[in-house]
């Protein structure tokens, strides 16, 4: 690799606020803030909105979208396309 072009690459803790979940893991990414871990070492911390603890796929909770349902009353709402 070319020296001086790439970034650094360390243990960074991300943490799921919905979830009350943290992980620590090496990124890129870097931070202001910072948590002392479990194994008494302290980390920069990234706040993340979504991880795998809190997504609607990964948990179960995902809803199915009637798609056609939606269109069916958009056009009762609204009329069809087209039609005078």
């Not at 790439?6 to 943290?22: K, Q, T």
């Not at 948590?35 to 980390?43: A, L, P, Q």
């Not at 948990?59 to 396309?81: H, I, M, Q, S």
Request: proline residues 6%; glycine residues 8%; aromatic residues 12%.
């Amino acid at each position: 690799m070319k020296p001086g072009i790439h970034p650094a690459y360390g243990p960074v803790v991300f943490r799921d606020r919905a979830a009350n979940y943290a992980f620590l893991t090496r990124s890129t990414l870097t931070s202001d803030k910072t948590i002392e871990w479990e194994d008494g070492n302290t980390y920069p911390v990234v706040d993340v909105e979504v991880s795998h603890v809190s997504h609607p796929f990964y948990t179960g909770t995902a809803r199915v979208l009637d798609t056609a349902g939606r269109v069916e009353r958009f056009e009762r709402r609204y009329g069809r396309r087209g039609a005078n």
